[in-house]
């Protein structure tokens, strides 16, 4: 068995769907023996996974599965192994820096 990392891409649509369009992106850990069978995995798991409820509002709110956007093997999961990456070109660097520091403090976990 081999494991891979799968980006499931949902679409989030509430109410009648005239709002910003909102896209949930999910990585799961898949285990399968071959890349397609960890396609199908994921692809599985996206379609499982639709859901819809009912917000404060009265409003339906759908997770409606797109697609497996991505799939990444990766080797046997040990502590510190990466799992995913994703290179990010910012026309601010010192901006994009302070953000990634404010989501670290979001965190909590900090002393």
């Known amino acids: 068995m081999n494991w891979y990392v799968a980006k499931l891409v949902f679409r989030v649509i509430s109410g009648n769907g005239d709002h910003s369009a909102q896209f949930d992106e999910q990585l799961r850990l898949i285990n399968a023996d071959t890349e ?39 080797g046997a999961p040990t502590d510190g192994a990466e799992l995913y990456y994703n290179i990010h ?23």
């Open 89 to 111: 070109e910012a026309p601010d660097a010192e901006l994009y820096i302070k953000w990634a520091h404010h989501k670290s403090a979001l965190l909590g976990v900090r002393n």
């Open 36 to 74: 397609q069978q960890a396609f199908e995995k994921a692809s599985s798991i996206g379609h499982a996974n639709q859901d819809s409820f009912l917000n404060v509002q009265k409003q339906t709110v759908r997770w409606q599965f797109i697609d497996v956007a991505e799939l990444n093997a990766i």
